[in-house]
């Protein structure tokens, strides 16, 4: 018999993937609304993004134990991905909820953020600032030709972040100088979120009749 420590390369990484989805299917199956055939090719798409680092289903396929055409694969996933029936919103929701659920004591500190994709669209986001990475909280991608984005284009988004957020855990709300908005703003203090927004040296402020500049 070969013991774990002497097996090859590829055995071990087959049953390694065979235990994450075995794993994270008993989660998933409890948490997501959907049927198991849904669920699974979710699972397998899941671990594939996270064993080839790449978002294409084409280098998704070479990456699992499958003993099918590799077109046939692609297809599966394909289905998936363009089914209406499924809400990524709301799939994505759940998962995130049941990660933070035992998380209550340190504050939860939240960016804002856009990027351009292909000088064509604009991804707006809200992640969470975790060890030094962002992890995606809420997002919008709509056509537009600028990263410059005004409040009603992601006020939706600032909205789900807030309904993903656990009760009564302190949020901190950082933001760059290209969402000086006076609407998030006020809803950040209607939130009674923490909020640290950058501004440019020479930003007047008002406050009542007192103006100020940063200093």
């Known amino acids: 018999n070969i013991g774990p420590l002497h097996q090859k ?3 071990s990484i087959i049953q390694n993937v065979f235990a994450l989805h075995h794993t994270l299917g008993h989660i998933f199956v409890q948490l997501l609304p959907c049927d198991r055939r849904n669920i699974a090719t979710f699972l397998w798409m899941l671990i594939a993004a996270l064993i080839s680092r790449s978002v294409s289903p084409v280098q998704w396929d070479s990456r699992l134990p499958f003993g099918v055409h590799a077109a046939s694969s692609v ?3 394909s ?3 363009h089914n209406s029936g499924l809400d ?6 759940k998962l995130f909820r049941y990660a933070l659920r035992n998380w209550t004591q340190h504050p939860i500190v939240l960016a804002l953020d856009t990027s351009m994709l292909k000088d064509r669209f604009c991804a707006v986001r809200i992640s969470m600032i975790y060890l030094g990475r962002a992890i995606p909280v809420a997002w919008r991608i709509f056509e537009h030709d600028s990263s410059a984005v005004k409040y009603e284009d992601y006020r939706e988004v600032l909205e789900r972040a807030h309904s993903l957020m656990p009760r009564e855990v302190p949020v901190i709300f950082l933001a760059d100088r290209g969402f000086v908005h006076k609407a998030l703003m006020r809803k950040l203090n209607r939130l009674e979120w923490e909020w640290r927004i950058r501004i440019k040296a020479n930003q007047v402020l008002r406050c009542g009749s007192r103006r100020m500049t940063p200093q």
């Open 75 to 77: 297809r599966r996933f």
């Open 79 to 81: 289905r998936w991905l």
């Open 88 to 93: 990524p919103h709301e799939l994505y929701g």
């Open 9 to 11: 390369p590829e055995v």
